[in-house]
Nanobody
Framework: QVQLVESGGGLVQVGGSLRLSCAAS????????MGWFRQAPGKEREFVAA????????YYADSVKGRFTISRDNAKNTVYLQMNSLKPEDTAVYYC?????????????????WGQGTQVTVSS
C-alpha cells in the first residue's frame, strides 16, 4: 500500500510560480513511475506530467511544456512539480499518482495510487 500526500497548492497571480510536493510512504517508492494530473470544475482529470522511477525520463502535456518541471528525490520519497508562468487555465485540483509498473504512461487509469489533491488557483 502506498499513501501519497500533496502540498504546496494555493492562490497565485498570473505569471507567478508554485512548487507542488508529493510525499509518498512505502519502501518501494523508488521503483514507481510517478505522475501529476489535474482536474478543473466540470472537466475530466487530465495528464500534466510524469517521471520514470529513475528520473531519467520525463513527459509533459503540451499545455504545460516549457513552464512546468517534474522531478523526484527518491531518498526523500518525494516528487515535485515546479510550475512557472502560471495561467488562469492552470486553475485546478492537482493530484499526485503512483504507478507500480516502471513504464511511464499518461492514462489516469494506469496509475494505482492517488493523493487527495491540492488546489491551485491562478487569478488574473
Amino acid at each position: 500500500q502506498v499513501q501519497l500526500v500533496e502540498s504546496g497548492g494555493g492562490l497565485v497571480q498570473v505569471g507567478g510560480s508554485l512548487r507542488l510536493s508529493c510525499a509518498a510512504s512505502g519502501r518501494t517508492f523508488s521503483s514507481y513511475a510517478m505522475g501529476w494530473f489535474r482536474q478543473a470544475p466540470g472537466k475530466e482529470r487530465e495528464f500534466v506530467a510524469a517521471i520514470s522511477w529513475s528520473g531519467d525520463s520525463t513527459y509533459y502535456a503540451d499545455s504545460v511544456k516549457g513552464r512546468f518541471t517534474i522531478s523526484r528525490d527518491n531518498a526523500k520519497n518525494t516528487v515535485y512539480l515546479q510550475m512557472n508562468s502560471l495561467k488562469p487555465e492552470d486553475t485546478a485540483v492537482y493530484y499526485c499518482a503512483a504507478r507500480t509498473l516502471a513504464a511511464v504512461v499518461v492514462r489516469p487509469r494506469a496509475y494505482d495510487y492517488w493523493g487527495q489533491g491540492t488546489q491551485v488557483t491562478v487569478s488574473s
